[in-house]
């Protein structure tokens, strides 16, 4: 069974950069889509991006290209980078695995909380 | 970008009660819609795919239906535990997109 888990600082200053790991056990991250969504109480649940093991992504505009998210199949986990954070970025993060494009995200880790404060 | 919006925002209702949810979309999205539970403390537990599939461990109690821009979540008879908060998601264009949830409530 497959288990995901996020890990990463839990307080980042604002304008530095956010950085967040996911580390799968359990399958090979090479056979899916790996995707990050963040949930805030003010904005609800937002789709961030997505890569694949090949390095290929997609992410949301509204970040207006703040995202860079990476892989590492040595050590089965995907990476996320967000700069230039402020307040409105407080949320926490989940990765989730992408069963297909029809389908949607059937794992998720559990989220950690991100919070922007100096 | 794709709006969701769903409706109510809160249903209360008593176990053994049928619930019905509904999400509208802005624009055309086909059958590209999914359907997510939360629970507090924990991560979104996908429901239903591509509209009207169930996704393993679903209970079929839990069906969806609808296409293009009207779905809709019903829960045939409440238990307990599907008191919680239900999101729906497209992924027919991007970027992905949330509805802003609905929560059911005892």
């Known amino acids: 069974q497959v288990q995901l888990q996020e890990s990463g600082p839990g307080l980042v200053k604002p304008s530095e950069t956010l950085s967040l790991s996911c580390t799968v056990s359990g399958d090979s991250i090479r056979r899916y889509y790996w995707s990050w969504i963040r949930q805030s109480a003010g904005k609800g649940l937002e789709w961030i991006g997505r890569i694949y093991s090949s390095g290929s992504t997609n992410d949301n505009p509204s970040l207006k290209s703040r995202v860079t998210m990476s892989v590492d199949t040595s050590k089965n986990q995907v990476s996320l980078e967000l700069s230039s954070v402020t307040a409105a970025d407080t949320a926490v993060y989940f990765c989730?695995?992408?069963?297909?494009?029809?389908?949607?995200?059937?794992?998720w880790g559990p989220g950690t909380l991100v919070t922007v404060s100096s | 970008e794709v709006v969701l919006t769903q409706s109510p925002a809160t249903l209360s209702l008593s176990p053994g009660a049928r619930a019905t949810l509904s999400c509208r979309a802005s624009q055309t999205i086909s059958n590209y819609l999914a359907w997510y539970q939360q629970k507090p403390g924990q991560a979104p537990r996908l429901l239903i795919y591509a509209a009207s599939n169930r996704a393993t461990a679903t209970p079929a109690r839990i069906s969806g239906s609808g296409s293009e821009t009207d779905f809709t979540l019903t829960i045939s008879s409440l238990e307990p535990e599907d008191f919680a908060v239900y999101f729906c998601h497209q992924r027919s264009s991007w970027p992905w997109t949330f509805g802003q949830g609905t929560k059911v409530e005892i």
């Open positions: 989730a695995r992408d069963s297909g494009y029809a389908t949607g995200w059937d794992s």
